[in-house]
């Protein structure tokens, strides 16, 4: 059932008249900090003196620090209209991020640009990925520029990394956490090092954390499965190391060549519910979850009218999954337990050229193209002492390619529209599988393709004060996952399965009162089409699923965010956000979209009654969530109110000091039915540059 123009007038009412007591998700415009590596940012460039930049939000460094967001679902919560949560499940300890509404499969990650793609099912855990090394996080909502390649149905997020801006620079930053009874959870470091010449730069860094467990709140009371205390299977280790060369022969053109080794393992802790788990074969963990990508980024001034742009890249994944025979994780001998192996490979270019043919046009042309590879295979019952079995390899290839078209008229001094266009093609070169009966075999391969559309319009009514009015249709195709996994004989393929596709509209405000207050606000609406969604074809038992275009959505809702400076030592902001997601499913009628919750706020305060000494309170708040519960059951779970602190020293110039609390009242919530989140925790960090 569609939601009536009542309930959406109604929030249009609210944006309107809401008052701004949040914090101002979108940053100041202007230049970038100069340690931002500008070649790695995902904007609008131009050739006017003032470019147009589409980018939503921008979380700094500096607020990743303040608010301890050490990894990347933690620090976009510090925006509007960005949502976290765990898988649906909770089974496999996966984080996702959702963009109003839009998830993993909808919102590609990049790395200075260059997407993060996992070719089998792109089921990427965003806690994997550390912020301590970054320099700033770009959150793009709606519009997302066709220039910068296929995929980015809902949004897009990229993690820009950081250039040196000195002759020889370091930084360096510890930390440990605590838990609510001041036993040892975690540490965590970052440290780099780097120069900047006349005519080129160099940096390195290096960034780790290292968690032996988490701490439930004081309230659970245990059972049968896990006790009080500690959370049982919580730890995880990752790291990531970055490279960068870069040479600048004049003020315009610059070359990079840039490389990321990221390495990662986790535990998954268990339902606390059921006992025993359900399935049988819960007792999972993951040994290895590593990236590495290699790339080469330039930016050249070929006239005083036009440029041109190049990525050239090489991505790798290598991925493992034990299964166990129970709690002891020990040993896989029972039927159904095994070590699955992936090992991808995915190499890529992408070309993009401005021009100015006419006085007050702007024109972009870019073409993408990205080849993935995916070998997987599982060793079946590998302690058992007869049964033991690997299965041959499984090969799946499929190449990905876009042409865009982006064309800027700045009709007025003040007032700039943009359309773009592109067409998008994904073929699938190779899709295999294996099972007992047919042993391996190759499922048919074919391809889809898809047209994209947008446009906008940009007011700069002062100053001081812009609106925006955008529309894009865009599509993203299926994963290898969604067409072709039998989800351990459970699911049948469907290997003619489509694009969906969801039209964003978005009506904007970003207006600065004063030096001192500023806020933006954000109207936005989707309309779905062609939903993938897993259905039920068989109820079995055993159960049998299906993936399927068969969803019809709408997601709607509004977006506030505002920041004050009341004094010189008294600032205060915060970010809101309501949102209703409704899914029309014909072969689901009692489907709910889970994960995202109604509505998501920030408030905090940064108070600096001395020269050297600032508390940064802050209270994190969220509805309650639609979230899969035990068979077909859907439960309302999620809500929470969080309350932080950060209590912070500057000792010297270049030397600071910080300790503070997350969810300071024990605050015992789930973000998945069956998986309490961390209780209390304190911790302590130091950061010294020079």
């Known amino acids: 059932m569609r939601p009536s123009w009542q309930n959406l007038s109604a929030a249009v009412a609210f944006a309107l008249t809401a008052p701004a007591v949040v914090v101002a998700a979108d940053r100041e415009t202007g230049e970038p900090a100069p340690y931002v590596y500008t070649l790695g940012q995902v904007t609008v460039v131009t050739a006017t003196p003032e470019p147009i930049d589409t980018s939503d939000d921008v979380v700094t460094r500096e607020e990743v620090w303040t608010f301890n967001t050490s990894t990347l679902d ?12 765990m898988d649906s499940s909770g ?40 912020t301590a090394d970054l320099a700033e996080v770009q959150i793009q909502k709606g519009y997302v520029s066709v220039i910068d390649g296929p995929g980015a149905m809902g949004g ?3 993690l820009v990394t950081r250039k040196p801006t000195e002759l020889l620079e370091g930084h360096v930053q ?17 440290a780099s090092i780097g120069t900047r010449q006349e005519r080129f730069y160099a940096h390195a860094s290096v960034s780790y954390q290292d968690r032996d467990h988490w701490q439930l709140p004081g309230s659970f009371d245990g059972t049968s499965i896990q006790p009080e205390g500690e959370r049982n299977r919580s730890h995880n280790r990752d790291s990531r190391v970055n490279l960068k060369l870069g ?27 059921n006992d025993p788990p359900n ?76 021009f100015r043919a006419l006085q007050d046009t702007d024109t972009r042309l870019a073409a993408h193209w990205r080849s993935d590879r995916h070998d997987e295979y599982n060793l079946n019952r590998p302690t058992h002492p007869t049964l033991s ?40 070169k190779q899709a295999q599988d294996f099972n007992t009966a047919q042993g391996l075999f190759d499922y048919p391969t074919g391809g889809s393709d898809a047209w994209n559309a947008q446009a906008a319009v940009y007011w700069q009514q002062s100053v001081k004060s812009r609106f925006g009015l955008s529309v894009s249709s865009r599509t993203r195709f299926p994963t290898s996952l969604e067409r072709f996994s039998t989800r351990f004989g459970t699911a049948i393929p469907n290997p003619d399965l489509g694009s969906e596709r969801a039209t964003n509209v978005e009506l904007s405000w970003k207006k600065s009162i004063s030096d001192d207050v500023r806020f933006n606000t954000a109207l936005f609406y989707a309309d779905v089409g062609d939903m993938i969604q897993t259905v039920i074809v068989d109820a079995g038992p055993p159960q049998l699923t299906q993936t399927r275009n068969v969803g019809d959505g709408e997601f709607y809702g509004v977006e506030l965010g505002a920041e004050a400076s009341l004094s010189t030592t008294f600032v205060v902001g915060g970010t809101f956000t309501w949102m209703h997601r409704e899914i029309d499913d014909p072969l689901q009628p009692d489907y709910r979209p889970t994960g995202a919750p109604d509505s998501q706020g920030l408030l905090y305060a940064t108070w600096s009654p001395l020269a050297r000494w600032s508390f940064t309170p802050s209270i994190e708040y969220a509805s309650n969530r639609w979230n899969s519960g035990p068979g077909t059951i859907y439960l309302r779970t999620g809500r929470y109110t969080l309350v932080n602190m950060q209590v912070q020293w500057d000792a010297a110039k270049n030397v600071r000091f910080a300790v503070g609390a997350r969810n300071l009242l024990d605050e015992e919530y789930e973000l998945a039915w069956g998986f309490p989140e961390q209780g209390r925790s304190i911790y302590g960090k130091v950061q010294i540059d020079f």
Request: no cysteine; aromatic share 16%.
């Open 91 to 130: 089974r496999r300890n996966e984080h996702d991020i959702f963009v109003r509404g839009f998830g993993r499969w909808q919102v590609p990650l990049s790395i200075d640009g260059v997407r993060i793609y996992l070719p089998a099912d792109n089921r990427l855990d965003f806690r994997r990925f550390l």
């Open 279 to 354: 399935p049988p074969n819960s007792y999972w963990d993951w040994p290895m979850w590593d990236i590495e990508n290699i790339y080469f980024l330039s930016s050249t001034r070929l006239t005083d009218s036009s440029y041109l742009k190049t990525k050239i890249y090489y991505n790798t994944f290598d991925n493992a999954l034990y299964a166990y025979d129970n709690g002891t994780y020990t040993t896989q001998s029972n039927n159904g337990r095994f070590r699955s192996y992936y090992a991808d490979k995915s190499h890529g270019l992408s070309v993009e050229y401005g």
């Open 247 to 273: 040479f600048e022969p004049n003020v315009s053109d610059e070359y990079s060549v840039n490389y990321t080794r990221q390495k990662g393992r986790k535990g998954a802790p268990l339902n606390v519910y």
């Open 156 to 158: 897009a997020i990229n």
């Open 74 to 85: 933690e620090a976009v919560k510090l925006t509007p209209g960005v949502m976290t949560t």
């Open 389 to 428: 079995f690997r299965e041959p390899t499984q090969r799946s290839r499929e190449d990905t390619w876009s042409l865009a078209l982006e064309n800027t008229w700045h009709a007025t001094g003040a007032i700039d529209l943009l359309v773009g266009v592109s067409y998008d093609r994904n073929d699938i």
């Open 174 to 190: 510890a930390g440990i956490d605590l838990g609510r009874d001041g036993s040892y959870d975690a540490w965590n470091g970052y």
